[in-house]
């Protein structure tokens, strides 16, 4: 299965442009410290602000740090707050749903209702407001952004579950007599994780422009840290002398989340083709 | 459509409840009581002067007393006052939403007047260079940081070719224009956050009226219509775009919570007098009535919304009403 999932995917040409990107960013990330020229931190204050030129490739910014290294050790911190996050939400996210949808109930009832007065506020108004009352943090940005995005997965999953629960594979191992568990674990599962695969990497881009919009209001990760979001933030404040410190964190997360997006639906074709268009 | 109605009203009410309750539970988060954040930076306050604020504002009471309290104030709009300036919480929400209200529709109808043709020239060349040049447009929409954009349009228009203003809603010499030059002072303002804000809604606005569209022309009521010859403008606006109509609605409430979420940052940036603006205004400066009453309004609207959306659908759509009750 996962083998014509594969074959499908490779064909989807814009999919496979975004899979590189990622890959190559993936890379960079992981090995950010072999590539940066300079220590990402080291100031020098002789040098700001200095436009792009052959020994800064990005140019310098507002304490002559080396904008290229802090774009590389950014790329790591801004993957992994869209990883972890999305890695809370997913698994919340799943969990709840393939529970609602197999149990029914009165646990489906209860936890869908929980689903519905999540999905009343604003995702990026309720991540402001618990934010903005502790003492920022990377792990509480992840945290926060992964304990508010599950229930819209949460609730494909759980409706994928009810279509599920009446196959007759289901039926069969009930008859079987396999446990709840058992079933949910080994029979349910598996059926969705395409699903979630799809969500889960749509979400990774959505995540990434999260902490952006955060680091924007000034509660995002905290500088002197690097991530793609407070360097281009800082960079609004030198709008009209340094152009280079607002394009390339601007242009690094556009591309970013386009490639995440471009793989997302790229696998959302190659897992259900009927859905393509 | 009687019982469907009053289903709907329960469920209303017990979303209501839970609202208020993760209102209230996110601003037990806080470290140290609210009098400590709103007392903190000033030495005059002595410990016996905090006694005496945290009982008058009933902190020294058990949470369930607590928010039994502040429901049942809110219920009837009550918010208390704005630890700032003392003003009740709700004149200083209610004397916002005319200017949120007006960014919103202009942004709707913005999205509404683009998406629709962007749709479904897409649908109807499928596959055709424009769909894929249009595809590529909506890509990029869904994957722009709001902000950015934001600043580019500010750079481009405010500062290197000076046509529009950058901030704000009205010029300072507002008072002195005459009614259609105040007119024209509020529209100019109104451009760069109404194309900010749209931005994002008019890409995952055009994507959904591409596919809905796609579903519908392979339907056999298209091909039958076509087939008995109508004209391809007739079968098109009478019986595929029609259909398309209806789930139009649902999106509508669902992009509501994403319009007022992404306000927080346009309306910052822009320093659009809004909702958005308050609220980070509020949240900055740690003023609790009016982030909790700003949090209760916003879900309630959005509750409202979705709700309306429903109701029309079911009266629309009579499979809606008979799969739900």
């Not at chain 1, 995005?149 to 759980?158: T, Y």
């Not at chain 2, 451009?191 to 959904?208: C, Q």
């Not at chain 2, 087939?227 to 259909?243: D, E, I, Q, Y």
């Not at chain 2, 909702?275 to 400066?285: D, I, K, T, Y």
């Amino acid at each position: 299965m996962l083998r014509i999932y594969l074959q499908r995917f490779v064909r989807i040409r814009s999919g496979l442009v975004g899979a590189v990107l990622l890959v190559a960013l993936g890379v960079v990330g992981l090995a950010a410290p072999v590539f940066e020229p300079r220590d990402p931190d080291a100031q020098a204050l002789a040098e700001r602000l200095r436009p792009p030129s052959a020994s800064a490739w990005m140019g310098t910014d507002e304490l002559g740090r080396d904008v290229l290294s802090r774009m590389l050790r950014g790329a790591r911190i801004s993957l992994s707050v869209g990883f972890v996050a999305v890695g809370i939400s997913v698994v919340i996210g799943t969990g709840v749903g393939v529970v609602s949808g197999f149990l029914g109930g009165w646990v489906d009832a209860v936890l869908m209702r929980l689903v519905d007065i999540m999905l009343c506020f604003p995702t990026f108004f309720l991540i402001l407001m618990v934010l903005s009352l502790l003492e920022p943090g990377i792990f509480k940005i992840m945290a926060v952004i992964g304990l508010t995005s599950w229930p819209g997965l949460a609730r494909v999953v759980r409706a994928e579950c009810l279509k599920l629960r009446e196959l007759e594979f289901v039926t069969s191992a009930r008859a079987l007599g396999v446990t709840r568990r058992a079933i949910m674990a080994r029979h349910v599962f598996p059926n969705v994780l395409s699903y979630v695969m799809v969500a889960a990497t749509l979400g990774v881009g959505g995540a990434i422009l999260t902490e952006a919009g955060l680091s924007f209001l000034g509660l995002g990760v905290q500088p002197p840290t690097a991530s793609w979001g407070n360097i281009l933030t800082s960079g609004k404040d030198y709008i009209h002398v340094a152009w280079w410190l607002m394009a390339f964190p601007g242009l690094a997360i556009l591309a970013t989340v386009l490639a995440f997006n471009l793989v997302g639906e790229a696998l959302r074709d190659a897992i259900d083709p009927r859905q393509a268009n | 459509m009687g019982r469907y109605l009053l289903r709907r009203l329960l469920t209303l009410i017990i979303l209501l409840l839970g609202i208020t309750l993760v209102t209230f539970a996110v601003m037990q988060l806080a470290p140290g009581g609210p009098i400590d954040l709103a007392t903190d930076m000033s030495a005059k306050i002595s410990p016996e002067m905090k006694d005496r604020l945290n009982k008058l504002y009933g902190f020294d009471q058990p949470w369930y007393i607590q928010y039994g309290n502040w429901l049942a104030r809110s219920v009837q709009f009550d918010f208390g006052e704005s630890f700032k300036d003392g003003r009740p919480v709700i004149d200083k929400i209610l004397e916002r939403v005319p200017n949120t209200l007006l960014l919103n529709v202009c942004t709707m109808a913005l999205i509404f007047l683009f998406a629709i043709p962007i749709g479904a020239v897409s649908a109807l060349r499928q596959n055709s260079l424009i769909d894929r040049g249009l595809g590529i447009f909506v890509f990029v929409g869904f994957s722009m940081p709001t902000f950015w954009f934001a600043l580019i349009l500010m750079l481009l228009f405010g500062i290197f070719l000076g046509w529009l203003p950058v901030s704000g809603l009205r010029s300072l010499d507002y008072g002195e224009l005459s009614a259609t030059g105040r007119l024209l002072d509020v529209a100019q303002h109104l451009i760069l956050p109404v194309l900010t804000a749209a931005f994002t809604g008019l890409a995952f606005m055009s994507r959904y009226t591409r596919v809905a569209l796609l579903e519908v022309i392979r339907q056999d009521y298209v091909r039958a219509a076509a087939a008995k010859g109508l004209s391809p403008s007739r079968v098109f606006w009478r019986h595929a775009f029609r259909n398309t109509l209806i789930p139009m609605v649902t999106l509508l409430g669902l992009m509501l919570p994403d319009l007022i979420g992404g306000a927080f940052i346009f309306e910052t940036i822009f320093a659009y007098p809004g909702l958005g603006r308050l609220g980070m205004e509020a949240m900055m400066s740690r003023d609790y009535p009016v982030v909790m009453g700003l949090g209760t309004i916003v879900a309630f609207l959005t509750l409202l919304g979705n709700l309306l959306a429903d109701l029309g659908l079911a009266i629309v759509d009579p499979r809606v009403r008979i799969v739900s009750s």
